[in-house]
């Protein structure tokens, strides 16, 4: 079991390094990557960083607030350049 910690992002960039060391490995040699334990052994510990990734309430209100006015003046300007469009027709 992995135990959350400040480290959790580079533990996710090196298990999802290692993944793909694997997966290159298994097709070299021509192996079944879906029956591969080392392989679901490495996908079941990028299961467990992740969850502790998305778990971590660290990140603000005040992020996602402003990720959201973000993203609703982006849909903004597209659908005031698309209804423009339609105007010239």
């Known amino acids: 079991m992995y135990e959350c910690n400040a480290n959790d992002r580079n533990e996710l960039e090196s298990i999802q390094g290692q993944i793909l060391e694997r997966i290159q490995y298994l097709r070299e040699r021509d192996l079944d990557i879906a ?10 510990f990028n299961d467990e960083v992740i969850s502790c ?9 005040i992020i996602f607030g402003i990720m959201a006015v973000v993203g609703v003046f982006i849909l903004y300007r597209i659908w005031k350049l698309r209804k423009k469009k339609f105007k010239r027709f």
């Open 35 to 44: 029956t591969d334990e080392i392989l679901l052994d490495y996908y079941s």
């Open 53 to 61: 990734i998305l778990d971590d309430h660290s990140f603000s209100p």
